[in-house]
């Protein structure tokens, strides 16, 4: 049985200097140490100002406007919400035990160089890029005389300040963005209410057209954090327990998700409009001004989420490929930068086929990791002969980085991508981490020769 306190790898006496380091580059390579862990509080702050984003109104307006009526859209939010919490917490918890980063605690189920696969997340780097043009967009639809080219340069670097400084200065943001999205969307809510004739109950008694199937509206509901929650070890990893771990998902994360969507929605039928800055010049009252400052806060706490994670994985790629070590900040810049060159880009009409498919693919890659730690392995390298791996060996020692590659990981992603995309039945998502899961496991088991391959190279 596992302690209920989140252990990590044994530190030689003599390495303060080393944790200092480490402590430096916000433990990209090595599992968090007892005393940097967190309570659930400032993971809720973080998790809350990451899950609110634009993206989320755009989806919720047009769930709101395009499944026949507002209950379906509601039905469809809290469905693919329950999938994303469930996917959350279970990640999660793995960084909260095992102090590491979703690319580090990969290492363990797709070795040393075979954690390129989910350490290269380029999906993170589409949603910055996608999310820094949809708020300059948006802020020149609101404020036509703001160049929108001009917004994305300015907001590519300004998103990325906190995440380069670490999770401490990220927490400080969401502490004060939390109040104004929450109290900006209800006042948008009243509003809706206002201008409705039968108010709330006469928005339930609206009827638009059925454009979008329930199936679908969850695989949407769900590609729009599928990549956050497969990577939520890499907030998890600070918390101190699985308890602190639990309160984040449900109040901060589920919270902000839910809310988001739901007032989405409420504002498109209230209106009878998809579009986020049409919502917000009809609602009147100020609207335009308030809508403003929120999806400012709302882009910046969820586009520096965004980039950490790409700050904590990409290094990992980059020495994986070349055998540089590279500097978490580093990568923050380069990001900064390219999100700049991007910003001219128009990615809207690319948004809603994004969150399809990353909705389908991103929960494949996840199933593999969550089939190991859960299913396969728990504390044992099982594909190496190791035992109680994340407690007594680093990821650094050479006896896990000569396990370079562990062939099951193909299988699982390849058939549970397939799943996902090909099955004409039930949620994408669900068919997608479900087949990857079992496709892994299974595969894991068939590959009894390899396993002895590999324990023969360990050195006890």
């Known amino acids: 049985m596992m302690s209920k306190e989140p252990k990590t790898a044994q530190m030689p006496e003599g390495q303060n200097a080393e944790i200092d380091q480490e402590a430096k580059n916000d433990f990209a390579y090595t599992p968090v140490p007892g005393e940097f862990r967190k309570d659930w509080r400032p993971l809720t702050y973080s998790w809350f100002g990451a ?23 509601f039905i469809a939010i809290l469905c693919g919400a329950a999938f994303l919490g469930v996917l959350l917490a279970l990640n999660g918890n793995i960084g909260c035990k095992t102090g590491c980063s979703t690319t580090v605690a990969c ?11 989910p350490a290269f997340w380029v999906v993170e780097f589409g949603w ?54 929450l109290l900006t969307g209800l006042y948008g809510v009243i509003r809706a209410v206002m201008i409705t004739e039968g108010g709330l109950v006469g928005m339930f008694g609206k009827e638009f057209d059925y454009v979008i199937p329930m199936g679908t509206a969850i695989t949407t509901v769900i590609g729009t954090w ?8 890499d ?19 589920g919270g902000g998700l839910i809310v988001c969507l739901f007032i989405g929605s409420l504002w498109a039928a209230g209106t009878g409009h998809a579009g986020v800055a049409d919502n917000a010049r009809i609602l009147g009252g100020g609207m335009v001004i308030f809508a403003s400052i929120m999806f400012f806060f709302q882009t910046w706490t969820t586009i520096e989420h965004g980039a950490y994670l790409q700050s904590t994985s990409y290094p990992v790629a980059i020495e994986v490929v070349t055998g540089r070590h590279v500097s978490r900040r580093s990568v923050m810049v380069v990001v900064g930068l390219c999100g ?33 730690y859960y299913i396969m392995s728990k ?15 680093r990821v650094t020692d050479e006896d896990v980085r000569h396990h370079k590659f562990n062939p099951a990981v193909v299988a699982g992603i390849v058939l549970g991508g397939a799943a996902g995309a090909l099955l004409n039945f039930g949620v994408a998502s669900i068919n997608a981490i479900v087949c990857s899961a079992l496709s892994y496991c299974i595969f894991g088991f068939i590959f009894s020769g390899f396993r002895k391959k590999e324990a023969a190279k360990n050195f006890s």
């Not at 290492?107 to 696969?117: D, E, L, N, R, T």
């Not at 340069?153 to 969401?174: E, H, Y």
């Open 51 to 73: 899950a609110m984003f634009v993206g989320l109104y755009y989806t919720g307006c047009e769930l709101g406007v395009q499944m026949g009526t507002l209950s379906n859209a």
């Open 107 to 117: 290492i363990y189920a797709y070795g040393s160089k075979g954690v390129f696969i």
């Open 379 to 393: 504390t044992d390298y099982h594909w190496t002969g190791h035992k109680n791996i994340y407690h007594n060996y």
């Open 340 to 372: 700049m060159v991007c910003s001219s880009f128009d990615a809207q009409t690319a948004f809603m086929p994004f969150l399809n498919a990353i909705g389908i693919f991103v929960p494949a890659v996840g199933g593999v990791l969550l089939a190991d």
């Open 226 to 233: 599928s990549s956050g929650a497969t990577r939520s070890a």
């Open 128 to 181: 910055y890029v996608i999310l820094n043009m949809q708020f300059s967009q948006l802020m020149s639809q609101l404020c036509p005389v703001l160049d929108a080219r001009v917004l994305g340069i300015i907001f590519s670097m300004l998103f990325i300040t906190n995440s380069f400084v670490g999770f401490g200065q990220m927490a400080n943001l969401n502490r004060v963005a939390m109040p104004i999205l």
């Open 235 to 253: 907030l998890f990893r600070f918390a101190r327990s699985g308890k602190d771990t639990a309160i984040a998902s449900i109040l901060g994360f």
